[in-house]
């Protein structure tokens, strides 16, 4: 197994968030979590990342973008340990053209190539996003843990953005509140309802009866 938890709990203030969870994932996998606010999926997200910090990419739910930088330094940001602080100094003050070259053509496979240097505080909220992930993306690592990463963007620019994710990280966990997305464009799915688990199949798996439970699990008015 890629990833495992094997029945772990985890409470926040005395509150219960997760509940006996316990979880597989392979290599290679890209998984789905569903599950409206507050369900758990972000803490689950976290503990994930906690377990492999070093070969994952996480995207937060808050993004953890600096709002006074602009957008390639924010995603510039992502290879600090590959260079010496001087480097990293020195792109702070001026970026190199070979840092510009290879985050381009990045940010143009997410539309915000015309951004490169605009601050991300004065960003709309998809294009904080797609900021995100484009840091996630020169980051280059095998999985991606990613907190409702596209919420914010329009149908096409979400169709073009998941093409993008799903291309570029071999295993992805992923929480999101679309069902049709996650049917579309992930191998599996797991619904998440009070910090358990209640459904987890592989997309080619789903009945009806499966996808109308999801709809119910990620509706904010239940």
């Known amino acids: 197994m890629f990833i495992k938890l ?3 709990t985890i409470s926040y203030k005395d509150k219960i968030v997760l509940n006996s969870i316990s979880l597989s994932i ?4 890209k998984v789905a979590l569903l599950g409206k606010s507050g369900s758990g999926k972000s803490t689950l997200l976290k503990r994930l990342y906690e377990l492999h910090p070093q070969n994952s ?3 937060p739910q808050e993004l953890g973008l600096v709002n006074a930088l602009s957008v390639f330094h924010n995603v510039y940001i992502s290879n600090l340990d590959k260079h010496s602080t001087f480097y990293n100094i020195r792109n702070l003050i001026k970026p190199a053209q070979k840092e510009i ?3 381009h053509p990045i940010l143009d496979e997410l539309y915000i190539h015309d951004l490169v240097f605009k601050k991300c505080g004065e960003l709309s909220g998809g294009q904080k996003q797609r900021t995100a992930i484009a840091r996630a993306i020169l980051q280059d690592n095998a999985i991606l843990l990613a907190d409702e990463p596209i919420s914010a963007l329009d149908e096409f620019v979400t169709k073009k953005v998941l093409n993008s994710i799903v291309n570029k990280f071999e295993t992805i966990v992923c ?3 679309n069902v049709d997305v996650a049917l579309e464009y992930y191998d599996r799915v797991i ?3 009070d910090g358990q688990i209640i459904l987890d199949k592989q997309c080619n798996q789903i009945t009806a009866e499966d996808t109308n439970q999801l709809y119910h699990v990620c509706d904010d008015q239940f």
């Not at 392979?26 to 996998?29: A, I, L």
């Open 6 to 8: 094997d029945n772990e």
């Open 26 to 29: 392979n290599e290679g996998e």
């Open 57 to 59: 990419s996480y995207i």
């Open 101 to 103: 070259d290879i985050i």
């Open 175 to 177: 929480a999101l509140h």
């Open 191 to 193: 619904g998440i309802k």
